[in-house]
């Protein structure tokens, strides 16, 4: 039999699973059911096609009879399924493996257990094949996963990010990286964060310790991430996800007092997240933030510039009084927008570049009015 997980607190016999997934799948089936570029319908049947291997892993990986006796079985280890009584079927069982081939079909990333463990998860919730192949083709191309599991750079695409995580860490968060600093334990942090960026946070569900319906809400955050999005920077929003697992154990990190404590925390998290009232608090204001943050310091410092700038240039006359009003509020708007670039240094230092760039121009306009100013006052 496949390896069905046991302790969910809530089980019914409906396919959508218990019952507080309902919110979660209307929502998920609304997102991810309807028209698109990559038909589900054309890729499951171009997988007749897909390599015998392939198709073996996922069947065995589902606990399903072999579809080519011909084909050894592989050595794969069965995904873990939540003690729904909708796994308990084969039928339902090969749902999960039409979504896997469909996939494997549309990109050939072979089969990946990570991505089939996630497929797992969201089908548990949709109870559908079609808007389970939509949010996984979705996740994978939202966040550019090909680089984390296709080509021969996966692995430095996850330090990488994961540096980036650790970089914002000391930004936003300084008491969580001085609490790995201190110890010397920066290695095991990034460590940490490759591993949930690489397993898409699949691996923190631990079912002795949490029902699964609290992994829907922190999977609701992978699938569907609030606040801005930029085809530039496509993992921006993962990062933040992760950025802020880590950060809930803020406190606990700091309470460490030897690095053995610290490394036995770190890597504990990698294999469970305890998804409570702090942390959705977190992931929520996080969304909130992220959506309102662009605006309210470039007013606050284009008003302030403005101000400025008004008292500087009122000893010029009324045509450069205007102008130099105007020139302040510009370039407090530009300081205000570089600020908040700065309160997002996890997008990436695109933004940051930009903002030195603008807030230079803006200091040197402001450093040119200052004088004229100066030498209009001297000569009256």
């Given at each position: 039999m ?16 218990p019952?507080?997934?309902p ?10 059911g ?10 499951r ?28 079985r592989?050595?794969?280890?069965r ?10 079927e ?7 493996a039409?979504?896997?081939r469909a ?8 089969y990946?257990?990570?991505?089939a463990q996630l ?7 949709v109870?559908?094949?079609r808007?389970?192949?939509q949010?996984?083709?979705?996740v ?10 296709q ?10 990010d ?11 968060f300084?008491?969580l990286?001085?609490?790995f600093?201190?110890f ?35 999977l609701?955050?992978l ?10 920077n ?10 802020y ?5 803020e ?5 460490c ?5 610290v490394?036995?925390m ?19 204001r996080?969304h ?12 606050l410092?284009?008003?302030l ?5 008004q ?18 509020a510009?370039?407090?708007?530009a300081?205000g ?7 997002t ?8 570049a930009?903002?030195h760039?603008?807030l230079?121009?803006?200091e040197?306009?402001i450093?040119?009015?200052k ?10």
């Amino acid at each position: 039999m496949a390896q069905t997980c046991a302790g969910d607190p809530q089980a019914s016999a409906a396919s959508l699973g218990p019952r507080t997934y309902p919110p979660y799948s209307a929502r998920w089936a609304k997102r991810f059911g309807g028209p698109t570029d990559v038909p589900y319908g054309h890729f499951r049947q171009a997988s007749e096609s897909l390599h015998a291997d392939v198709v073996a892993k996922i069947e065995v990986a589902l606990d399903l009879p072999p579809t080519d006796l011909r084909v050894e079985r592989p050595p794969v280890e069965r995904l873990r399924l939540p003690s729904e009584p909708f796994f308990a079927e084969a039928e339902s069982r090969s749902k999960v493996a039409s979504v896997l081939r469909a996939f494997a079909c549309w990109q050939q990333v072979g089969y990946h257990p990570e991505l089939a463990q996630l497929a797992v998860h969201i089908m548990c919730v949709v109870g559908e094949e079609r808007a389970t192949f939509q949010a996984l083709v979705s996740v994978y191309r939202m966040y550019q996963l090909r680089d984390y599991f296709q080509g021969p750079n996966t692995e430095e695409a996850l330090w990488r990010d994961a540096a980036r995580i650790w970089d914002a860490a000391r930004l936003k968060f300084p008491d969580l990286a001085c609490a790995f600093v201190r110890f010397n334990q920066m290695e095991q942090f990034q460590s940490t964060v490759v591993s949930l960026l690489s397993t898409l946070l699949t691996e923190t569900y631990s079912p002795a310790r949490q029902g699964f319906e609290h992994h829907v809400r922190l999977l609701h955050f992978l699938l569907l991430p609030a606040g801005r999005y930029y085809a530039q920077n496509p993992r921006a929003q993962l990062r933040r996800l992760v950025l802020y697992i880590m950060a809930r154990h803020e406190n606990a990190f700091m309470q460490c007092s030897s690095e053995s404590q610290v490394a036995a925390m770190a890597k504990e998290i990698e294999h469970f997240v305890q998804v409570d009232d702090i942390l959705l608090e977190m992931l929520h204001r996080m969304h909130r933030f992220q959506g309102n943050n662009g605006m309210w310091p470039s007013a606050l410092m284009a008003g302030l510039g403005a101000f400025v700038a008004q008292d500087i240039s009122s000893p010029l006359g009324l045509g450069a009084h205007v102008l130099g009003t105007f020139a302040g509020a510009v370039a407090g708007f530009a300081y205000g927008a570089w600020k908040s670039a700065q309160w997002t240094a996890e997008d990436g230092g695109m933004y940051r570049a930009v903002g030195h760039g603008v807030l230079n121009a803006a200091e040197q306009s402001i450093d040119k009015m200052k004088s004229k100013a100066a030498r209009a006052v001297g000569l009256s």
